[in-house]
């Protein structure tokens, strides 16, 4: 029996700061990327919810996840707490609380070169769909960014710090347009264990390039109303994350190069990546040989009509040949080693090709 209560392993459910103040962060004193329109809607979205509601309710859903939503800010405060509510929580088991529902902070102190993580902020109980958490912070000016759930929606979010402290927006990212991705499940982030371990975040702190996640569990099947959305935004890198959702393999062969052809026509001058599922492997219907060649087709056919700003990642080659169980959480999503390999494949590709832009 344990007697004695490890410290870090407590969540109290309380502030407990007698100077604290909690600001909402849609008060407009926070700078918040990868979320819709956010300062002009009482939500909290990945798109605007008529696109994916004219789709499937399902999608509807998981557009309030906030997978790749961050609130950045500079502060002196000695602490910085959150006040939480969720909605829309998805409990599936092969995914920790931090990764679903959490809420993590990098921070940037003076005289560093690079964000690193301070706390991750977590419900006491699974079942919790609200949740209050302080933690100090080393003293004097920083900058934070603050990721949230991959798997959760916020009603309510407000950000405790110290009564007169300082209090600034914060952009950490370079002067371009954000990548956007769009995938299945794994690109919304299944099964990091924390909102800043999926692998466009990681891409994100180490390039300095702001990015929306608009990856969708079990979702992502290039349906027109999600293509014509994707194509109207604004961005300097696309990466086409396709395999996965399409029902079987002629879904995928109708539907995957229309998505690539519809941002290429809105965008003439952007790299796009082409990329196929980590999870060969995992292949029941014996099916992934056959969408591996669907997707490296289409990437020779936009080649082959002169497209030389096309590129193709083979999820495969994420992982190496020995111990590949070792990166995934379930067989099919990657765990945190796996999605830092992830980054890395694919954060070296985008790395050459801002540099490039």
Not at 70 to 77: E, P
Not at 190 to 197: D, E, G, I, K, L
Not at 283 to 307: H, M, Q, T
């Amino acid at each position: 029996m344990i007697k004695t209560k490890d410290p870090n392993m407590i969540f109290f459910n309380e502030i407990g700061k007698n100077d604290c103040e909690l600001i909402d962060v849609k008060s407009g004193k926070f700078s918040v990327f990868g979320l819709y329109d956010f300062f002009n809607r009482d939500d909290y979205v990945r798109m605007p919810p008529e696109i994916p509601g004219s789709v499937s309710e399902n999608l509807l859903n998981l557009n309030q996840n906030t997978s790749g939503g961050r609130v950045c800010f500079i502060t002196d405060s000695d602490y910085i707490g959150v006040d939480v509510e969720l909605c829309t929580v998805f409990n599936g088991t092969n995914m920790s609380g931090g990764g679903r529902v959490g809420i993590d902070a990098y921070l940037l102190l003076d005289g560093d070169s690079e964000y690193r993580l301070r706390c991750s902020f977590l419900p006491a109980t699974n079942a919790d769909t609200s949740y209050k958490k302080v933690i100090d912070v080393p003293k004097g000016r920083k900058k934070v960014i603050m990721n949230l759930p991959l798997y959760a929606g916020i009603k309510c979010l407000k950000i405790g710090l110290q009564k007169n402290a300082l209090l600034e927006k914060l952009n950490p990212y370079k002067n371009m347009a954000p990548i956007v991705y769009y995938g299945s499940s794994i690109t919304q982030g299944a099964c990091a264990t924390r909102p800043s371990n999926s692998y466009e975040s990681m891409i994100s702190r180490r390039n300095f390039v702001d990015f929306i996640n608009l990856g969708f569990s079990g979702a992502c099947r290039g349906e027109k109303p999600m293509v014509d959305y994707i194509a109207s935004l604004d961005m300097s890198l696309f990466v086409l994350d396709f395999d996965h959702n399409a029902d079987n393999p002629q879904q995928l062969r109708e539907r995957h190069y229309n998505v690539y052809k519809a941002v290429r026509n809105a965008h003439p001058d952007i790299p796009i990546i082409m990329a196929t599922k980590p999870d060969f492997e995992n292949d029941d219907r014996n099916e992934n040989p056959e969408r591996l060649k669907i997707v490296k087709a289409d990437y020779l056919r936009a080649r082959r009509e002169g497209d030389r700003n096309v590129y193709f990642i083979d999820g495969r080659s994420f992982y190496g040949k020995k111990e590949r169980g070792l990166n995934f959480a379930d067989a099919c999503h990657p765990n945190d080693l796996g999605f830092y390999k992830m980054s890395r494949r694919f954060g070296a590709m985008i790395d050459r090709l801002l540099k490039k832009r």
